[in-house]
């Protein structure tokens, strides 16, 4: 059966892995979308840390990093597109206004995500952004894949809760998205079919 592509926008949702997806880039994954539409989608993979921290990656960029409270959170890897290049995924500044940061892609739901350099500058000064999630690499689809790839049931989608990414530990973040559903993941059979 096709899946139209027109019927669903998933921007400010969750994708949320199926345990049969065995690809090693999105296996247990959740990603929030930034954008979806007939032309694609973009997403950030959201719980898969990896081994670096905002400390260590303001050192690399030449940046003091004046925000105690952010020094050890994790870099995550956000997808395998352009793992050299950071995508910020934060709080919008002024909801309701254009964003105070080059390159910014405002998201319905509340949140903005960044990929120039001057939010982590505005960060280095103690400023910025409240809650931010840092990720290298990003996460894509072509024109109709996404749709393709939910028919095959290898994703559940779901409204996201900023709660999920900025207040939940890492390893409970796959299990807090399927709570969104009210599905456990024991409960899912790694096995995909179709009625």
Same mark, same amino acid.
């Given at each position: $059966?096709?899946? #139209?592509?027109?019927?669903?926008?998933?921007?400010? !949702?969750?994708?949320?892995? $199926?345990?049969?997806?065995? #690809? +090693? +880039?999105? +296996?247990?994954? /959740?990603?929030?979308?930034?954008? !979806?539409?007939?032309?694609? +989608?973009?997403?950030?993979?959201?719980?898969?840390?990896? #081994?670096?921290?905002?400390?260590?990656?303001? %050192?690399? /960029?030449?940046?003091?990093?004046? @925000?105690? %409270?952010?020094?050890?959170?994790?870099?995550?890897?956000?997808?395998?597109?352009? *793992?050299? @290049?950071?995508?910020?995924? !934060?709080?919008?500044?002024?909801?309701?206004?254009?964003?105070?940061?080059?390159?910014?892609? *405002?998201?319905?739901?509340?949140?903005? $995500?960044? *990929?120039?350099? #001057?939010?982590?500058?505005?960060?280095? *000064?103690?400023?910025?952004? @409240?809650?931010?999630?840092?990720?290298?690499?990003?996460?894509?689809?072509?024109?109709?894949?996404?749709?393709?790839?939910?028919?095959?049931?290898?994703?559940?989608? /779901?409204?996201?809760?900023?709660?999920?990414?900025?207040?939940?530990?890492?390893?409970?973040?796959?299990?807090?998205?399927? $709570?969104?559903?009210?599905?456990?993941?024991?409960?899912?059979?790694?096995?995909?079919?179709?009625?």
């Amino acid at each position: $059966m096709a899946f #139209d592509s027109s019927l669903i926008n998933l921007t400010h !949702h969750f994708l949320i892995a $199926m345990p049969g997806l065995e #690809d +090693a +880039a999105f +296996a247990r994954s /959740v990603i929030y979308m930034c954008e !979806h539409s007939e032309r694609g +989608a973009l997403g950030l993979v959201i719980n898969k840390p990896s #081994d670096i921290n905002l400390k260590n990656l303001f %050192d690399k /960029v030449e940046l003091p990093l004046h @925000r105690e %409270d952010l020094s050890e959170a994790l870099v995550y890897q956000g997808g395998p597109v352009q *793992t050299e @290049r950071g995508f910020v995924l !934060h709080d919008s500044m002024m909801p309701g206004s254009e964003s105070v940061y080059a390159s910014t892609m *405002t998201i319905p739901g509340g949140l903005e $995500m960044t *990929t120039s350099k #001057d939010v982590l500058e505005a960060l280095s *000064t103690g400023a910025g952004p @409240r809650r931010i999630f840092v990720s290298l690499g990003y996460s894509s689809w072509g024109e109709g894949q996404l749709e393709s790839e939910i028919s095959d049931n290898s994703w559940l989608t /779901v409204a996201a809760d900023p709660a999920v990414i900025f207040d939940t530990p890492v390893e409970e973040r796959y299990a807090r998205a399927l $709570m969104l559903l009210g599905l456990e993941s024991w409960r899912l059979s790694p096995d995909a079919g179709h009625a």
